[in-house]
């Protein structure tokens, strides 16, 4: 089982009795190989337990068996699970365990993330409130989306979907010209127990990319259903002021761009009807604009040594 013989849990998963990895494009989840062999029902994948009840008043209370599935049938149908969401592969790592707050902000943000997989009710639309993560780039918004799906999917079997915005409208542009409908493709995301929708507010704005939007959260909206999302825009209102101060002179083009997104409101992007949605569905956190991106901070440390240092072999 997950723990071995002598107490200490499994070096692989840690006692996580299954593991997430990258395969290809996607984050695909297995049991480990700690826990293949069932010790509990001996590979039959269920076991009896012995309940009692009541039939009939003058038989009074009986003991009978009934078939259960054993643990190890559980883990295999969330394993199987988990590769439903397609989650990307670089996301595989992805654990509250290994994500590290820079600033109060992203604290709040592992803690809302955190608090929502612990305490989530499984099915129970009306208890599990959603959450917005705002905040620029490479600050660990995807990273908590995956933490938090991995713990709803893998550690409660609850049936849940990753999905980034501008694929989901490329994907059904696509199935426009196989002659799908754009419901057809919609349909399931609508009616997913969980759904984290990435990159919120990105593409064109196109009327076909709002209408899309529109539905897509209009359909969870009125059922109820929880989701999460992850935006570059700001969910402050008074940040529209910031728009005066947009960006001149000699920036490169990436960090102009970039600058140009900090000014914008998701508000703006999205319309006010999806917004005030949002209002109801969502705890809200934004991380300031300071936020250290992880993917740059990572690369800083990894580089070689400054060309400078080259010159000078000798230690
Ligand atoms: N606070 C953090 N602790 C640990 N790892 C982090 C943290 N923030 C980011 N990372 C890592 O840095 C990389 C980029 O993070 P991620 O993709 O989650 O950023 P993001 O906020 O979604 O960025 P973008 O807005 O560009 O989508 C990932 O490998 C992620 O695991
Ligand atoms: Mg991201
Ligand atoms: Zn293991
Ligand atoms: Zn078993």
């Known amino acids: 089982m997950a723990a071995k013989a002598n107490g200490e849990a499994c070096g692989l998963c840690g006692g996580r009795t299954y593991l997430i990895e990258r395969r290809g494009e996607l984050a695909s989840a297995r049991v480990c190989t700690c826990s293949v062999d069932c010790p509990v029902c001996g590979g039959r994948g269920h076991i009896l337990v012995q309940k009692e009840g009541t039939f009939s008043a003058k038989m009074g209370a009986r003991t009978y068996d009934v078939l259960e599935p054993c643990v190890c049938t559980l883990r295999r149908t969330r394993v199987a699970l988990y590769?439903?969401?397609?989650?990307?592969?670089?996301?595989?790592?992805?654990?509250f365990d290994n994500y590290r707050p820079f600033n109060?902000?992203?604290?709040?943000?592992?803690?809302?993330?955190m608090?929502?997989?612990?305490?989530?009710?499984?099915?129970?639309?009306?208890?599990?409130?959603g959450f917005v993560l705002s905040g620029p780039v490479g600050t660990g918004k995807t990273h908590l989306l995956a933490a938090t799906l991995g713990h709803l999917v893998l550690e409660m079997g609850v049936k849940s979907r990753y999905v980034e915005i501008s694929l989901l409208?490329?994907?059904?542009?696509?199935?426009?010209?196989?002659?799908?409908?754009?419901?057809?493709?919609?349909?399931?995301?609508?009616?997913?127990?969980?759904?984290?929708?990435?990159?919120?507010?990105?593409?064109?704005?196109?009327?076909?990319?709002?209408?899309?939007?529109?539905e897509l959260i209009a359909r969870r909206y009125n059922a109820g259903r929880t989701t999460l999302f992850a935006t570059n825009y700001s969910l402050e209102p008074e940040r529209k002021g910031a728009r005066s101060s947009a960006p001149s002179g000699y920036r490169a083009t990436d960090d102009a761009r970039s600058a140009m997104k900090d000014a914008e409101l998701?508000?703006?992007?999205?319309?006010?009807?999806?917004?005030?949605?949002?209002?109801?569905?969502?705890?809200?956190?934004?991380?300031?604009?300071?936020?250290?991106?992880?993917?740059?901070?990572?690369?800083?440390?990894?580089?070689?040594?400054?060309?400078?240092?080259?010159?000078?072999?000798?230690?």
Not at 268 to 295: K, N
């Open 83 to 95: 590769n439903d969401v397609q989650m990307p592969g670089v996301m595989a790592h992805a654990s």
């Open 115 to 129: 608090h929502f997989a612990h305490q989530y009710v499984k099915g129970d639309t009306a208890k599990n409130k």
């Open 266 to 315: 998701l508000r703006e992007r999205v319309g006010e009807r999806i917004y005030s949605r949002l209002c109801e569905m969502c705890t809200f956190v934004e991380l300031p604009r300071d936020t250290p991106d992880r993917r740059r901070t990572r690369q800083e440390m990894d580089a070689p040594p400054p060309l400078g240092g080259m010159r000078n072999p000798g230690r």
């Open 169 to 214: 409208y490329a994907t059904i542009r696509r199935g426009f010209q196989d002659g799908k409908s754009g419901g057809e493709i919609i349909g399931p995301l609508s009616e997913v127990e969980v759904l984290a929708i990435d990159e919120l507010g990105k593409g064109r704005g196109s009327p076909f990319e709002m209408e899309t939007l529109d």
């Open 104 to 113: 109060e902000a992203q604290d709040r943000g592992r803690g809302v993330a």
